[in-house]
């Protein structure tokens, strides 16, 4: 949780105990919708409205320290921000994964190839986990 409250206030953002229980719930999940999040969220403070939760979001995402995760299929999820990576989606069982290389070189070589300037990307790939292979 510390390093939360230090990513806060090099925001310039109070760090309250409902964006400390939101960043603290979505870094033990990994990627997590809003719903399941407001579930878990409610157990710890039971007076926060979703309102709130919806409000704080947004000012987390505005201030680069989460991410919207978009997935097909699936409802939008949230993410601490992180470097550029690459979203591993199971067709199974819905899990998502991270998965850090350096897609740069891609990036470029589409960029080169098309001669389309790419500003951000988000990528998804489809498949099954290692979990329901087994």
């Known amino acids: 949780m510390e390093r939360f409250k230090d990513v806060l206030k090099a925001s310039n953002l109070k760090s309250t105990h409902q964006r400390l229980a939101i960043l603290d719930s979505i870094d033990q999940f990994g990627h997590i ?43 939008q999820q949230y993410e601490i921000k992180k470097v550029p990576h690459i979203h591993l989606l199971c067709s199974k069982c819905g899990s998502v994964e991270d998965i850090f290389i ?33």
């Open 33 to 75: 919708d809003i719903d399941t999040l407001f579930d878990v969220i409610i157990r710890k403070y039971p007076t926060m409205s979703k309102a709130t939760l919806y409000r704080n979001i947004n000012d987390l995402i505005n201030f680069h320290i989460l991410e919207e995760v978009k997935l097909p299929h699936q409802k």
């Open 102 to 134: 350096d897609t740069k070189p891609l990036l470029e070589a589409i960029s080169h190839q098309s001669g389309f300037t790419i500003n951000s990307s988000f990528m998804v790939m489809n498949g099954i986990c290692q979990h329901c292979r087994s």
